[in-house]
Every structure is written in C-alpha cells, then in structure tokens.
C-alpha cells in the first residue's frame, strides 16, 4: 500500500491572491497529488505551470466534462496551451480540484498528468495532460485566468511513495 506524505499545506487568508507556486519539491517520491478546494472572485480556469515552463509547444490534454447536463470533449495539441489545466475556480461555489503528476520525479521521459475538477452539481471535468519535458518537477505554479482566490481556499501538496 502506498503512503501519502504532506508536502505542503497552504490556506489564503486574504482574497487578492491570483496565483500560487509550490518549489523545492524534493524528488523522493515516485507520484505527486495536488489538491485545491477553491471559490473565487470570477468563474474561471486555473492554469498551472511546472518548472515556470510557461512554452507553448509544451503543454497537451484531452479532456471530458459536464457542464449542468451539457457534455464536451476536446482536445490540443502543439503550440497550443502555455500551461497545463489545473481545474477550476468558481464565484458563490466551492470547487474541489485535483491533479495528480505520475513519475514526477523521472529525468528519462515526458511527464504525464490526470486532473478531475467538480464543481457541486454544476460542472465535472476530467482531463489526461502531458508536460513535454523529461527534467524532474521541481516546482508547481497555479494560477487563476481572471479573477482572485477567495480567502480560505487551500492548496496540498501530497508525495506518493512507490
């Protein structure tokens, strides 16, 4: 059975954040599971960046959601997303965000991503992403696209052993 370790914890106090980054992420383990229960001031997409490697030729994803009854699926390719999707960020609504960064710490290939957004009974997302970097991840940066973080939203950092 695999151990979770809390890496880092971080609950905004104040509402004017738009952004966060995790660094000095040890490579000690094996996955990485981020988790973020939010609310902000805009409904909006979280955007994340590793390493600060905001290329566009980085970043693809393929992904499913609902929005209240209304299914979508889509997918991008090279040169489109400067950052991989995060979850996201509603006004009024709590959402609960989770991404999880398989092999994160590897040096000899490309990093695979899953993420799973819910949003009460209004929206659910799932989305496979890769980060087209064989560095190890060192740093984690999220970020909303309009708006601010509420205060009380939350940010954890889990390590996976193998």
Known sequence: MANYDLLHSTTLTVGSTTSLTIGSIAGTYRD??????????????????????????????????????????????????????????????????????MDYSSTVRQKTFLSHEGVGTSRTGLRAMTWRDDDAITSITVSTSTGNFDAGCTFKLFGIEA
């Not at 229960?37 to 499913?64: C, E, F, H, P, W």
């Not at 609902?66 to 979508?72: A, F, I, V």
């Open 32 to 101: 990485l599971i981020l988790v973020m229960y939010l609310q902000g001031t805009n409904s909006n997409r979280i955007n994340g960046i590793v390493n600060g490697d905001s290329a566009s030729d980085k970043y693809r994803m393929v992904s499913v959601q609902n929005d209240g009854g209304t299914g979508l699926s889509d997918s991008t390719g090279a040169g489109t997303n400067a950052y991989f999707h995060a979850g996201v960020c509603t006004n009024n609504t709590w959402s609960v965000n989770t991404v999880n960064f």
